[in-house]
């Protein structure tokens, strides 16, 4: 079985900084991609950023430049360090990975939410 666990949500007052993390445990052959969501109030879910295994990276316009996505793949773990946060940046994030669990098998997995909350 294979579990994401997140972490370094709250409440931050505008323009402040938030890092979250995502840590992947269990039955790990290989991580793929790996990425993050999010959800506000009333609304879908929407890839905020994602990072291959290889290290590229894609950013949804509305977080360019002020959001940096990272991952150690020795620890299996993604970081999502965000600046210069916004209102609109409020909501529960979600990580997500792709992970081989064994030979020839990936599954989607995804973590269970933070709530990043950006307010005065």
């Known amino acids: 079985q294979v579990q994401l666990v997140e972490s370094g949500g709250g409440l931050v007052q505008p323009g402040g900084s938030l890092r979250l993390s995502c840590a992947a445990s269990?039955?790990?052959?290989?991580?793929?991609?790996m990425g993050w969501y999010r959800q506000a109030p009333g609304e879908q879910r929407e890839l905020v950023t994602i990072i291959t295994s290889g290290g590229s990276t894609n950013y949804a316009d509305s977080v360019k430049g002020r959001f940096t996505i990272s991952r150690d793949n020795t620890k299996n773990t993604v970081y999502l360090q965000m600046n210069s946060l916004k209102p609109e940046d409020t909501a529960v994030y979600y990580c997500n990975a792709v992970i081989e669990v064994r030979t020839g098998v990936r599954k989607s997995y995804w973590g269970q939410g933070t709530q990043v909350t950006v307010s005065s």
């Open positions: 269990g039955t790990i052959f290989s991580v793929f991609a």
